[in-house]
């Protein structure tokens, strides 16, 4: 059994990381374990879990699972959980309610994984308050799921497998996409900014870019398959190239990744920092690199931001800004924003308020702060009330949501490239995003399932906006 010990995921060694391209593979006697069985997988959090699930999925797969649509129907259900704010636990031993509710009727095997599954306090409470809990895995060791099943099950207990290890990188780990379309790539892992409310680096490991190599020929794959657009996922893709050494950044990434001649290059997330000129001008150099730059702010107040430790300043964020508007066409600029970070007072918040007011962004994730046991910042004195905390996002909603809609009105009536990757709530209709990320129902035929088409915006919604397919 391995525990995750957040004291050792702090410390950050000049170790090489490993990158281990064969260390995947199924045991003889798992081979056909889930022959007429189903699996369901559960994922909270963003995009790399998102992405995580794809190879979990793969490897249920590859171990005869088929995948079901309800749980109710599932042998095996994995739940990845994202442990970014208090609420994610709230979800989790919710979500293991009616799981265990389950099977108290049918032998399931019920699996933990994800950042949760990396915080010590959650593993001590699967172990005393959850032993029915089969298995329990890290974020570092998703290959090893058909060992650590096959462990579960050979010695009917409950199997924990997590390593505070600050990382290597495993390559050829299967995946099982969840479109035809488009495909999430990552392109590094883990990451070093240690803002101080954020547990990423802790779950997530140590900063460490995958070789241009590999990524370049995961892509050339993906256009070989047909697939129309990628993703490249980092939680500081910026920062890309920094630790290996190679004098190869994520302008040079960015850069062959478009030359490989798939049709929409993505990527998140960007941290201010690290936002150089040469990609800015990469971004603007290649019509096939998206104008989508999501740009977390989190606070407006440099007092604040000094003490998230950001690293830059409410100008030195605000001439960014301004620099990506002025030199990448019709780009648009989202952000995530924390409020009520403790000390956080009226005037910090105003000037959050301010920044948001200038930059008018696109959209706008918006959270209250939400202490982690373990970051610097959870031993912060916070002051204020939840009534405050509740006030405060409330407010700023009402700044983002009109700026939000602002930037919506301008597309009425305009023709802009939509790839329509799936179906739509509305009969009749499919629905993709822009290039610059604005979801879109479209009223169409299913012919144009899988294509980049050019649509005329006829209504804007909340949300999203209605269109329809132009000649
Ligand atoms: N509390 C609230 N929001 C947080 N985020 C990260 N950590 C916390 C926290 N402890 C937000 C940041 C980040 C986004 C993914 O989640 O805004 O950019
Ligand atoms: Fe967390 Fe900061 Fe790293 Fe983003 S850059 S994952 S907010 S520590």
């Given at each position: 059994?391995?525990?995750?010990?957040?004291?050792?995921?702090?410390?950050r060694?000049?170790?090489?990381?490993?990158?281990?391209?064969?260390?995947?593979?199924?045991?003889e006697?798992?081979?056909?374990?889930g022959?007429?069985k189903?699996?369901?997988?559960?994922?909270?959090?963003?995009?790399?879990?998102?992405?995580?699930?794809?190879?979990?999925c793969?490897?249920?797969?590859?171990?005869?699972?088929?995948?079901?649509a309800?749980m109710?129907?599932?042998?095996i259900?994995?739940?990845?959980t994202?442990?970014?704010r208090?609420?994610?636990?709230?979800?989790?031993?919710?979500f293991?309610?009616?799981?265990?509710?389950?099977?108290?009727?049918?032998?399931?095997?019920?699996?933990?994984?994800?950042?949760m599954?990396?915080e010590?306090?959650?593993?001590?409470?699967l172990?005393?308050?959850?032993?029915?809990?089969?298995?329990?895995?890290g974020?570092?060791?998703?290959?090893?799921l058909?060992?650590?099943l096959?462990?579960?099950?050979?010695?009917?207990?409950?199997?924990?497998e997590v390593y505070?290890?600050?990382?290597?990188i495993?390559?050829n780990?299967?995946?099982?996409?969840?479109?035809k379309?488009?495909?999430?790539?990552?392109i590094?892992?883990?990451c070093?900014k240690f803002?101080?409310?954020?547990?990423?680096?802790?779950?997530?490991?140590?900063q460490r870019?995958?070789?241009?190599?590999?990524?370049?020929?995961e892509?050339?794959?993906?256009?070989?398959?047909?697939?129309?657009?990628?993703?490249?996922?980092?939680?500081?893709?910026?920062a890309?190239?920094k630790d290996?050494?190679?004098?190869?950044?994520?302008?040079?990434?960015?850069?062959?990744?478009a030359?490989?001649?798939?049709?929409?290059?993505r990527?998140?997330?960007?941290h201010?920092w690290?936002f150089?000129?040469?990609?800015?001008?990469?971004?603007a150099?290649y019509?096939?690199?998206?104008?989508?730059?999501?740009?977390?702010l989190?606070?407006?107040?440099?007092?604040?931001?000094?003490?998230?430790g950001?690293?830059?300043?409410?100008?030195?964020?605000?001439?960014?800004?301004?620099k990506?508007?002025e030199?990448?066409?019709?780009?648009?600029?989202?952000?995530?924003?924390?409020?009520?970070?403790?000390?956080?007072t009226?005037?910090d918040?105003k000037?959050?308020l301010?920044?948001?007011d200038?930059?008018?962004?696109?959209?706008?994730?918006?959270?209250?702060?939400?202490p982690?046991?373990?970051?610097p910042?959870?031993?912060?004195?916070?002051?204020?009330?939840?009534?405050?905390?509740?006030?405060?996002?409330y407010?700023?909603?009402?700044?983002?949501?009109?700026?939000?809609?602002?930037?919506?009105q301008?597309?009425?009536?305009k023709?802009?490239?939509?790839?329509?990757?799936?179906?739509?709530?509305k009969?009749g209709?499919l629905?993709?995003?822009?290039d610059?990320?604005?979801?879109?129902?479209?009223?169409c035929?299913?012919?144009y399932?899988?294509?980049?088409?050019?649509?005329?915006?006829?209504?804007?919604?909340?949300?999203s906006?209605?269109?329809?397919?132009?000649?």
């Amino acid at each position: 059994m391995n525990l995750p010990d957040l004291n050792c995921a702090k410390k950050r060694t000049k170790e090489e990381i490993k990158i281990i391209y064969n260390d995947y593979s199924v045991p003889e006697s798992m081979k056909n374990i889930g022959k007429n069985k189903k699996y369901f997988v559960k994922t909270y959090g963003c995009q790399m879990n998102v992405h995580d699930s794809e190879n979990i999925c793969a490897i249920l797969e590859d171990l005869g699972y088929t995948e079901s649509a309800e749980m109710e129907d599932a042998d095996i259900i994995i739940l990845n959980t994202c442990a970014i704010r208090e609420n994610a636990h709230n979800k989790m031993f919710g979500f293991l309610g009616r799981v265990k509710h389950l099977k108290e009727s049918k032998d399931i095997i019920c699996g933990i994984c994800g950042c949760m599954a990396q915080e010590e306090n959650v593993v001590e409470q699967l172990k005393t308050k959850y032993k029915w809990v089969d298995i329990v895995f890290g974020t570092h060791n998703i290959h090893k799921l058909p060992y650590i099943l096959e462990s579960a099950l050979e010695n009917k207990r409950q199997e924990i497998e997590v390593y505070s290890i600050e990382g290597d990188i495993y390559e050829n780990v299967p995946v099982r996409r969840d479109s035809k379309y488009k495909a999430w790539v990552n392109i590094m892992l883990g990451c070093d900014k240690f803002c101080t409310y954020c547990i990423v680096p802790y779950t997530r490991g140590k900063q460490r870019s995958r070789l241009p190599e590999d990524i370049i020929n995961e892509v050339k794959d993906l256009v070989r398959d047909g697939y129309l657009e990628v993703t490249l996922l980092g939680q500081n893709v910026n920062a890309y190239g920094k630790d290996l050494n190679i004098n190869y950044t994520m302008a040079n990434l960015l850069e062959d990744v478009a030359k490989t001649g798939i049709q929409r290059v993505r990527f998140v997330t960007s941290h201010p920092w690290d936002f150089n000129d040469e990609m800015i001008d990469v971004i603007a150099k290649y019509p096939n690199i998206m104008p989508y730059i999501h740009l977390p702010l989190q606070s407006g107040s440099d007092r604040i931001l000094k003490l998230m430790g950001r690293r830059y300043t409410k100008e030195e964020y605000l001439a960014l800004f301004n620099k990506i508007k002025e030199k990448i066409n019709n780009v648009a600029i989202t952000t995530d924003i924390i409020v009520a970070f403790p000390g956080e007072t009226e005037e910090d918040f105003k000037d959050t308020l301010d920044v948001v007011d200038t930059c008018k962004f696109d959209s706008a994730f918006t959270f209250i702060y939400s202490p982690r046991e373990g970051t610097p910042a959870a031993k912060m004195e916070n002051k204020l009330t939840e009534d405050e905390k509740n006030k405060r996002l409330y407010e700023l909603n009402e700044h983002v949501n009109k700026y939000a809609n602002e930037a919506n009105q301008k597309y009425l009536d305009k023709i802009v490239p939509v790839l329509l990757e799936g179906p739509s709530d509305k009969e009749g209709f499919l629905m993709g995003y822009t290039d610059t990320m604005k979801l879109v129902n479209v009223e169409c035929d299913e012919k144009y399932l899988g294509k980049i088409v050019n649509v005329k915006i006829t209504s804007i919604k909340t949300w999203s906006m209605d269109a329809k397919i132009v000649d």
